[in-house]
């Protein structure tokens, strides 16, 4: 028999061996996948002014790529000629995932410098050899690729002054090609997008309640307002009246006197902010509206994070921006506009370019600290940034689902009664599971942080031998909630035992221990704090161990000290004046062998069980 289990063994043990040595099966994981490109096409860019021809065949050459989003962020990057040397024209022109941006009908263009390729105004650049490359990381140097594809060059529209009454309407400079020399490390990426953000057909100088009436429509369809039911060209012509816009443009002070009207009229529940400023005062505010300080990059940054709408104002032009990515000193926005502004006049291809387009451009500040940025005009300061969205609502509720754990709590039963602090560092705990869910919608809040903690309810006790309250020591923590999310936790409530020991009553019905009714608290920051009550701890739950039989000290623990008390009174019985009731753990009115062999099967357990 001995021989047939150790060959059982022998056998077992080889079989393990021989399942150990079989490859585990590989694990398939999906790629993840890279925008793919669609269309490329190049313009050169004529310049307009108040619907005359100001340059033809400009220097200003302009990129479009359409795509498929992938899942990463992927960077463009363009090497072309026309006759001469390869030139890097297109420098990491981020196309965003599938995440983030629509899948549907939309293009992303930049400006760029048709002078790399020998181009001056006035001279048609017919066609031009290109290779492009895309990466999920921004490339530093030339790509190592040869122009072999040859592209022609169409013709585009833009304009010198699209509605800003500065008086600025001469041609500037493209953007340069070397704004930034992407050398920083690509980490800390900082990335946003508003998705959905709609761009109206504008009419002569309309920019400023263009931009206006994309970025409230863009709000009214996050936020679930009733605004002119989605039709944006109806916003747009009730802010060009707002904004007293008669084809000469609007400043910053006519754009936010409209804004507020429009927003009063339908009852529009906004918070308006500014930074900078041109006609609006630079100090205090405006009408209202809170001014934030001056404009910079962290505050265009930090507006777009929040999910508000914001809208920049140069010498000569608004946009509303739909996006950014920024990491180290290098920044990116994308812009809407309408470069054409024919009004009524617009056709059927002018309409589906400006329903596609999405412009991103470059932003940075100078040597002085002042806000720059190309948006089809040359580099000009950001002279204003507005910025709005819903006013905030009260923080929003958190429903609390409460469920004690039903194993013990770490209270001593001595003498049909709850000893309450050792003495000896053996605490009273009482534990709990805590479930919190978020059941708001507010979208402007992405992760909603709340301290969930423990509480008494009602008020303090006082226990012969000791005072709970100066020894209570609650359990608190800070979870981040997204919308929908929820989380359980586990909290302790407990009593120090370095506390001289007290006695409460043991519970039962005509006597609970409702000392311990205890409150779960979970607030949101800064708002008022949600109570949840939990149950009594005598109130169906089995939470308390005990007693401790041999424990004759007591000290929560059954050790040589025991044994000396049940000795000092061995053989005694209940008339005896030395008698020690406490030793007498079989009752039965003597101290015999029967209590020392309880003491000794339970020797040197202690408490908690």
């Given at each position: 028999?001995?021989?047939?289990?150790?060959?059982?063994?022998?056998f077992?043990?080889?079989?393990?061996?021989?399942?150990?040595?079989?490859?585990?099966?590989?694990?398939?994981?999906?790629?993840?996948?890279?925008?793919?490109?669609?269309?490329?096409?190049?313009?050169?860019?004529?310049?307009?002014?108040?619907?005359?021809?100001?340059?033809?065949?400009?220097?200003?050459?302009?990129?479009?790529?359409?795509?498929?989003?992938?899942?990463?962020?992927?960077f463009?990057?363009?090497?072309?000629?026309?006759?001469?040397?390869?030139?890097w024209?297109?420098?990491?022109?981020?196309?965003?995932p599938?995440?983030?941006?629509?899948?549907?009908?939309?293009s992303?263009?930049?400006?760029?410098?048709l002078g790399?390729l020998?181009?001056?105004?006035?001279?048609?650049?017919?066609?031009?050899?290109?290779?492009?490359?895309?990466?999920?990381?921004?490339?530093?140097?030339?790509p190592?690729?040869?122009?072999?594809?040859?592209?022609?060059?169409?013709?585009?529209?833009?304009?010198?002054?699209?509605?800003?009454?500065?008086?600025?309407?001469?041609?500037?400079?493209?953007?340069?090609?070397?704004?930034?020399?992407?050398?920083?490390p690509?980490?800390n990426?900082?990335?946003?997008?508003?998705?959905?953000?709609?761009?109206?057909?504008q009419?002569?100088?309309?920019?400023?309640?263009?931009?206006a009436?994309n970025?409230?429509?863009?709000?009214?369809?996050e936020?679930?307002w009733?605004l002119?039911?989605?039709?944006?060209?109806?916003?747009?012509?009730?802010?060009v009246?707002?904004?007293?816009?008669d084809?000469?443009?609007?400043?910053?002070?006519?754009?936010?006197?409209?804004?507020?009207?429009?927003?009063?009229?339908?009852?529009?529940?906004?918070?308006n902010?500014?930074?900078?400023?041109?006609?609006?005062?630079?100090?205090?505010?405006?009408?209202?509206?809170?001014?934030?300080?001056?404009?910079?990059?962290?505050?265009?940054?930090?507006?777009?994070?929040?999910?508000?709408d914001?809208?920049?104002?140069?010498?000569?032009?608004?946009v509303?921006l739909?996006?950014?990515?920024?990491?180290?000193?290098?920044?990116?926005?994308?812009?809407?506009?309408?470069?054409?502004?024919?009004?009524?006049?617009?056709?059927?291809?002018?309409?589906?370019?400006?329903?596609?387009?999405?412009?991103?451009?470059?932003?940075?500040?100078?040597?002085?600290?002042?806000?720059?940025?190309?948006?089809?005009?040359?580099d000009e300061?950001?002279?204003?940034?507005?910025?709005?969205s819903?006013?905030?609502?009260p923080?929003?509720?958190?429903?609390l689902?409460?469920?004690?754990?039903?194993?013990?709590?770490?209270?001593?039963?001595?003498?049909?009664?709850?000893?309450?602090?050792?003495?000896n560092?053996?605490?009273?705990?009482f534990?709990?599971?805590?479930?919190?869910?978020?059941?708001?919608?507010?979208?402007?809040v992405?992760?909603?942080?709340?301290?969930?903690?423990?509480?008494?309810?009602?008020?303090?006790?006082?226990?012969?031998g000791?005072?709970?309250?100066?020894?209570?020591?609650p359990?608190?923590?800070?979870?981040?909630?997204?919308?929908?999310?929820?989380?359980?936790?586990?909290?302790?409530?407990?009593?120090?035992g370095?506390?001289?020991?007290?006695?409460?009553?043991?519970?039962?019905?005509?006597?609970?221990?409702n000392?311990?009714n205890?409150?779960?608290?979970?607030?949101?920051?800064g708002?008022?704090?949600?109570?949840?009550?939990?149950?009594?701890?005598?109130?169906?739950?089995?939470?308390?161990?005990g007693?401790?039989?041999?424990?004759?000290?007591?000290?929560?623990?059954i050790?040589?000290?025991?044994?000396?008390?049940?000795?000092?009174?061995?053989?005694?019985?209940?008339?005896?004046?030395?008698?020690?009731?406490?030793?007498?753990?079989?009752?039965?009115?003597?101290?015999?062998?029967?209590?020392a062999?309880?003491?000794?099967?339970?020797?040197?357990?202690?408490f908690?069980?």
């Open positions: 028999m001995t021989k047939k289990i150790g060959h059982f063994i022998l077992a043990v080889i079989a393990l061996l021989f399942v150990s040595l079989i490859p585990p099966t590989p694990t398939i994981r999906a790629e993840p996948s890279t925008a793919t490109v669609t269309g490329i096409t190049f313009s050169q860019v004529d310049f307009f002014f108040n619907g005359s021809l100001v340059q033809p065949y400009s220097n200003w050459g302009e990129f479009t790529i359409e795509s498929i989003p992938g899942d990463n962020v992927t463009i990057n363009v090497v072309a000629n026309a006759s001469g040397p390869n030139e024209i297109i420098r990491n022109l981020p196309l965003f599938s995440s983030l941006v629509s899948s549907g009908n939309e992303f263009s930049t400006y760029f410098d790399l020998g181009v001056t105004n006035g001279v048609q650049l017919p066609s031009l050899y290109y290779s492009f490359t895309q990466s999920d990381t921004p490339t530093n140097s030339t190592s690729v040869v122009p072999t594809q040859l592209a022609s060059v169409g013709r585009d529209s833009a304009l010198t002054n699209s509605g800003v009454p500065s008086g600025v309407t001469a041609l500037g400079s493209p953007p340069a090609a070397n704004v930034f020399d992407f050398l920083a690509f980490v990426v900082q990335i946003s997008w508003h998705n959905g953000m709609p761009n109206v057909v009419d002569k100088n309309q920019c400023g309640p263009g931009a009436a970025s409230l429509q863009w709000l009214a369809q936020h679930n009733s002119n039911n989605g039709n944006v060209s109806d916003t747009l012509k009730e802010l009246t707002d904004m007293g816009c084809y000469t443009g609007t400043w910053d002070d006519a754009f936010a006197n409209g804004k507020l009207a429009f927003a009063q009229r339908h009852n529009l529940t906004m918070e902010h500014y930074a900078g400023g041109e006609k609006l005062p630079t100090t205090g505010g405006y009408n209202g509206i809170t001014r934030d300080g001056n404009a910079t990059w962290n505050y265009v940054e930090q507006e777009l994070d929040k999910g508000h914001v809208e920049i104002m140069t010498a000569t032009h608004w509303v739909t996006g950014k990515i920024s990491w180290d000193s290098i920044h990116f926005v994308a812009y809407r506009d309408d470069p054409y502004q024919h009004g009524d006049a617009t056709n059927d291809t002018e309409k589906a370019e400006i329903a596609k387009r999405h412009v991103w451009t470059s932003m940075w500040e100078d040597a002085n600290g002042t806000l720059r940025i190309n948006i089809g005009n040359g300061d950001v002279l204003t940034v507005f910025s709005e819903p006013k905030p609502l923080a929003p509720p958190v429903a689902t409460i469920t004690p754990i039903t194993t013990y709590a770490a209270v001593y039963w001595y003498k049909g009664q709850a000893l309450i602090g050792h003495g560092g053996n605490p009273a705990i534990r709990y599971n805590i479930t919190v869910e978020r059941t708001d919608a507010d979208t402007n992405s992760l909603l942080a709340v301290v969930i903690s423990l509480k008494r309810v009602n008020g303090s006790y006082t226990g012969p000791g005072r709970s309250d100066a020894y209570q020591f359990n608190s923590t800070i979870v981040f909630l997204p919308i929908g999310g929820h989380v359980t936790v586990e909290l302790d409530w407990w009593e120090d370095s506390n001289p020991q007290f006695f409460l009553p043991y519970p039962d019905a005509s006597n609970p221990l000392f311990w205890i409150s779960a608290v979970a607030a949101s920051l708002a008022p704090q949600n109570d949840t009550s939990l149950p009594e701890v005598n109130d169906g739950q089995t939470i308390a161990e007693p401790l039989i041999g424990d004759i000290k007591p000290d929560g623990v050790n040589i000290l025991d044994a000396i008390k049940l000795g000092n009174v061995f053989l005694l019985h209940s008339t005896d004046p030395s008698w020690n009731p406490d030793a007498d753990l079989h009752p039965d009115g003597v101290i015999n062998i029967l209590d062999i309880i003491l000794g099967n339970n020797f040197m357990k202690h908690p069980l």
